[in-house]
């Protein structure tokens, strides 16, 4: 009898948990713009169970080959030098999400991130550099990404500075909006702030605050003084938590001529207990006890998100955290006072909270305001990360009409 014919060893599977299966959906959905590869992602959600803590070590083992067969490429093969330095720097940037918040791993894996990112860049068709800028006495990292040289060179080109939210990377907006607009002819600006995980790799004491508009204006600062950069066309986009930052900076700051908000986030506190329940406020629980909480009374993904929290949040217990949520507001006067043409956008997936946010913005803000709600095409999770090319295409014409006029 004939040996069994099959056309793969791989298996497709999720997770019977719906955080994890947004988080495999978000290394899927780099996949569009070259960061991931549906054989690897799936061998790896192989070997990791239903556990957050069994992601890290896969992806670090994947990243690491990928990183030395890129090496080995780069002299004579830098197209799959490149490539594969890409996938490397999305596998590193996932075992970094998932790695200890407090321990030494998390910030060693996102600098290997960046590294293998910035290998990757000088492969690319793209002009792609890293950069600071000076806030508050620090250097804070970020990108600017032109398209290829041209002749005659435009004096300038439309930009687009993107901000990313909680647990969003530099490097990973490559991935999921910037490279898309750079297949557009847009200059793209990437850049994190305070509490970010880029800042954190290298900025531990720098927590989250709540007047972001104060890091997105120095941001703005150092953009305006990058060639090629038109004021009269700067628009910025916040995903995720970014689209708090991001509100926060437009009620401020006129040099912002267009806003994208993906989603519109106007109280923080109210959508990050939207995800809890009822029992968000039922018990404290301190940071240094958390570890030896049972974990049917805890959950390890539980446990992670909330060291996450306390870390970025500079907090020690789950009150504090709750405490100074309060201030993560963007007031009905803040809201009145964003006048610049706006795009919001918001996945029908993502729930009450989230929904209702969306239509509180699209209600107060003070400009034009153009509502997006992405349903069709599997669209509908937070951030479009079932269909980064529909939201980005959203996003780009949005901008390519308004600029038009």
Request: with cysteine; hydrophobic share 40%; charged share 20%.
């Amino acid at each position: 009898m004939a040996d069994k014919v099959e056309r793969t060893g791989t298996r497709i599977v999720g997770f019977p948990d719906g955080e994890l299966d947004f988080q495999l959906m978000r290394m899927l959905g780099a996949g569009n713009y070259g960061g991931a590869a549906p054989g690897e992602v799936f061998a790896a959600r192989s070997a990791i169970g239903n556990r957050p803590e069994q992601w890290p070590a896969p992806f670090v083992a994947m990243a690491t080959e990928l990183d030395a067969l890129a090496a080995q490429a780069e002299t004579q093969f830098p197209v799959t030098a490149r490539d594969h330095a890409l996938r490397a720097s999305m596998y590193w940037r996932c075992a970094e999400y998932f790695a200890d918040p407090f321990g030494a791993d998390c910030p060693r894996w996102g600098l290997a991130s960046r590294a293998s990112f910035g290998r990757a860049a000088r492969h690319m068709t793209w002009r792609v550099a890293p950069f600071t800028y000076a806030f508050e006495g620090r250097q804070l990292p970020g990108y600017v990404m032109r398209p290829p040289a041209v002749q005659p060179e435009p004096a300038t080109r439309p930009t687009l500075l993107i901000v990313t939210g909680f647990d969003g990377t530099a490097e990973e907006l490559y991935f999921q909006a910037a490279c898309a607009g750079l297949e557009r002819g847009f200059q793209v600006v990437v850049a994190e702030g305070p509490g970010q995980m880029g800042t954190m790799r290298e900025h531990p004491d720098l927590p989250f605050r709540p007047d972001y508009e104060a890091p997105i204006g120095a941001m703005i600062d150092h953009v305006l003084t990058l060639p090629g950069v038109d004021p009269d066309r700067l628009a910025l986009y916040g995903i995720s938590f970014g689209g708090y930052f991001a509100a926060r900076a437009a009620a401020h700051d006129r040099r912002i001529r267009a806003l994208i908000l993906n989603s519109p986030i106007i109280n923080l506190r109210d959508y990050l207990l939207g995800f809890m329940g009822d029992s968000a406020e039922a018990e404290d629980v301190a940071l240094d006890e958390v570890d030896e909480v049972p974990e049917q009374y805890f959950p390890a993904l539980s446990k992670h998100s909330f060291k996450a929290a306390c870390r970025r949040f500079g907090v020690r217990s789950h009150f504090a955290w709750l405490d100074a949520l309060k201030a993560f507001r963007v007031s009905d006067d803040q809201l009145r006072a964003i006048t610049c043409p706006t795009l919001a956008m918001a996945g029908s997936g993502e729930g009450g909270e989230p929904e209702h946010q969306f239509q509180a913005f699209c209600q107060g803000a003070g400009g034009q305001t153009t509502a997006w709600r992405f349903d069709g095409l599997g669209s509908d999770m937070h951030c479009q990360m079932g269909n980064l090319p529909y939201s980005n295409a959203v996003v780009y014409d949005w901008l390519g009409k308004l600029w038009q006029k």
